[in-house]
């Protein structure tokens, strides 16, 4: 049972580069949610999505975008790199919307230079 | 708007210590949840532990403790005899729609 995988665990990407984090997980949960975590802020939510087809804004949603086409998938799509987007990016996933524990990816660390 | 506050940056003890971590979270919500992870140095997150707002029974797991209280608003956790795997970024999280986490506390436990 592999639970959350992401990809890749590193990148680095210049500035104005576009790319996708990739986010499996394999226990059929329908909630699934991206974060970003940058030194004392703790995870902030990007996005996240209730089931397939429905995606939604978190708390720090600009510069980047996300598709839900089946259950087990949820990327997330940098559109145009920024220093300011330099950070690990981790995937979770849920049982239920908010009342369940999240099980998380390895994580991204991401450096756009 | 909910909002979950760890005071506390950085604490550092010495092994067999006792350590407190804090957290103080603010929601309008009358159902909620509430959650700590470890983030140990090789970066994953582990659940420790989940609460509903309705259960306010602390709750004990061999070393580790936590004393939730709805009028203080807080969800504390304890490590009694603190041992040197312990050290960790330890999160609070508070859900209901999505989870929101506080800013951490790492915690240094020396031998």
């Known amino acids: 049972n592999a639970g959350v995988t992401q990809t890749p665990k590193f990148q680095v990407l210049k500035t104005g580069q576009s790319m996708t984090l990739q986010c499996a997980q394999d226990m059929n949960h329908e909630y699934m949610s991206w974060y970003r975590q940058d030194p004392g802020m703790g995870l902030r939510l990007i996005h996240y999505s209730v089931g397939a087809g429905i995606t939604d804004q978190g708390e720090v949603p600009n510069g980047y975008n996300v598709s839900r086409s089946t259950t087990e998938d949820f990327p997330l799509r940098l559109l145009s790199a920024a220093p300011s987007q330099t950070s690990v990016y981790f995937c979770?996933?849920?049982?239920?919307?908010?009342?369940?524990?999240?099980?998380f990816g390895q994580g991204t660390r991401l450096t756009v230079v | 708007a909910q909002k979950v506050t760890q005071a506390q940056t950085e604490i550092s003890v010495v092994e067999k210590e006792d350590v407190t971590l804090d957290c103080v979270y603010e929601t309008r919500d009358t159902t909620y949840y509430l959650f700590w992870y470890k983030q140990p140095p090789s970066g994953e997150l582990v659940f420790l532990i989940r609460r509903n707002s309705f259960d306010e029974q602390n709750e004990i797991s061999g070393r580790y403790s936590w004393n939730f209280q709805k009028s203080t608003s807080s969800f504390n956790f304890t490590i009694t005899a603190s041992q040197v795997v312990d050290s960790a970024v330890y999160f609070c999280?508070?859900?209901?729609?999505?989870?929101?986490f506080g800013a951490g506390t790492r915690l240094t436990v020396k031998p």
């Open positions: 999280a508070l859900s209901f729609n999505d989870m929101r």
């Open positions: 979770a996933s849920s049982q239920g919307q908010g009342s369940t524990e999240a099980f």
